[in-house]
């Protein structure tokens, strides 16, 4: 069966049916890694994520797929969701841009969305600086991000349990030593 990129995954009362969401970020992603502009992000030497993370922010965020996504809601996605959510270095911002080109041609290509040219037009030139900007900025970072990123700051392996769980201790024992300076709070 092919794949209805314009398939409701939402209930009446605007509630995301999981298992069916799931479903549809699968085979997305499969079809998008699979694709000719997939295929040359791997080739670049990428591996594809950062477009199931923008498929999975758009859905549990904003309520939109990508055939309803708006270049605002794309935008919403990119520079407030990204940098206050994913623990990622800004260094990242590039790559991150660099996948989504590819991902919104993709979708143009073989979905003929009319909204892939605009998002497209959201990720130009200056979409990768916007983007390091943004995820480098301590303001704009969530409290979980905020953790992560202090750990990082601090030395830890913030990608392994282990790492996590150093960090967990040395703040915890920091927060009751009253030497360790509290999480800065969104906004």
């Known amino acids: 069966m092919a794949f209805n990129i314009r398939q409701s995954l939402f209930d009446r009362d605007g509630m995301l049916r999981e298992k069916a969401a799931e479903q549809y970020k699968e085979q997305l992603s499969k079809l998008f890694f699979e694709s000719p502009e997939g295929q040359a992000l791997l080739d670049e030497g990428t591996e594809p994520g950062w477009s199931d993370m923008m498929v999975d922010f758009g859905m549990?965020?904003?309520?939109?797929?990508?055939?309803?996504?708006?270049?605002?809601?794309?935008?919403?996605?990119?520079?407030?969701?990204?940098?206050?959510?994913?623990?990622?270095?800004?260094?990242?911002?590039?790559?991150?841009?660099r996948e989504l080109q590819y991902f919104w041609k993709f979708i143009e290509r073989e979905f003929h969305l009319k909204n892939a040219a605009a998002c497209l037009n959201i990720l130009d030139d200056e979409a990768a600086s916007e983007l390091k900007e943004e995820m480098?900025?301590?303001?704009?970072?969530?409290?979980?991000?905020?953790?992560?990123?202090?750990?990082?700051?601090?030395?830890?392996?913030?990608?392994?349990?282990?790492?996590l769980r150093e960090w967990m201790e040395t703040f915890n024992a920091g927060i009751t030593a009253g030497t360790q300076p509290r999480l800065p709070l969104p906004g």
């Open 136 to 163: 480098s900025n301590p303001a704009n970072f969530g409290m979980a991000k905020s953790f992560v990123m202090m750990g990082k700051d601090q030395g830890f392996d913030m990608s392994t349990e282990e790492g």
């Open 60 to 97: 549990s965020y904003l309520g939109v797929t990508p055939a309803t996504m708006s270049p605002g809601d794309l935008r919403e996605i990119l520079f407030d969701l990204f940098p206050r959510k994913v623990s990622a270095e800004a260094d990242e911002a590039p790559e991150v841009i």
